[in-house]
């Protein structure tokens, strides 16, 4: 937060369509993840990237895209080969490997 | 991976009481966070504590690295105080970026 914005911060979209979630960044940070939570449940990685046009693969990346064309955006596309979409999504922003880790507020995506 | 456990899952207490949340995990770390994630969703960061003790008004957090545990007091509990709490931990594992949560505890205080 602070300097971390994320929008919209409510999604509906159809069954079969492509959406994407934007995380944008004001503070400098070089590192930036996408983490999913469903409810009742902590939070799993999706993708992140410690820099400008490199990213990783998370734990959960089956059915998401990503970019990393600018330091300050790190958007995540939620695509129509993802079975179950409908979660809350949350980015991070953090200096690196082993720092404190700062988040969004989160996008609420619901697929009908 | 790293496996992280967190107890009690709930907790309900009375306005005013003291809790101890408790983290534990599978492996060395160089990076653990508490969080409290407040009813709209919010992470907020509570403490960055990969070994030692902090204390931040009514909260305070210890972590004891060598035996893979962490443990969050809260005192004097309020109804703001309401919520889950989380326990996230990055290990020193070279390109293990992530955290890893545990399931979290939620609490609740009643007035």
């Known amino acids: 937060d602070g300097g971390i914005t994320q929008s919209p911060k409510y999604l509906f979209r159809k069954e079969g369509q492509n959406v994407t979630l934007s995380c944008e960044q004001n503070?400098?940070?070089?590192?930036m993840y996408w983490y999913r939570q469903d409810p009742g449940q902590g939070l799993r990685l999706i993708y992140y990237s410690q820099i400008v046009n490199d990213f990783q693969k998370g734990d959960i990346a089956e059915g998401y895209s990503v970019s990393r064309e600018k330091k300050e955006s790190f958007p995540l596309t939620v695509t129509s080969a993802q079975k179950n979409p409908t979660a809350f999504y949350l980015c991070?922003?953090?200096?690196?490997?082993?720092?404190?880790?700062?988040f969004g507020q989160g996008t609420r995506l619901t697929v009908v | 991976g790293i496996q992280v456990e967190q107890s009690p899952p709930d907790l309900i207490l009375q306005e005013g009481a003291n809790s101890t949340l408790r983290c534990n995990f599978s492996?060395?770390?160089?990076?653990l966070q508490w969080f409290h994630q407040n009813p709209w969703g919010q992470l907020i960061n509570l403490f960055y504590i990969p070994s030692g003790t902090k204390q931040n008004g009514r909260l305070s957090a210890t972590t004891v690295a060598t035996e893979r545990y962490s443990l969050l007091y809260i005192s004097s509990s309020q109804t703001t105080d309401s919520g889950v709490y989380f326990c996230a931990v990055g290990t020193s594992v070279f390109g293990n970026e992530k955290l890893t949560f545990g399931t979290g505890t939620r609490l609740t205080i009643i007035p």
């Open positions: 991070a922003i953090s200096i690196g490997r082993g720092t404190e880790a700062f």
């Open positions: 492996d060395s770390v160089n990076n």
């Open positions: 503070l400098n940070h070089d590192a």
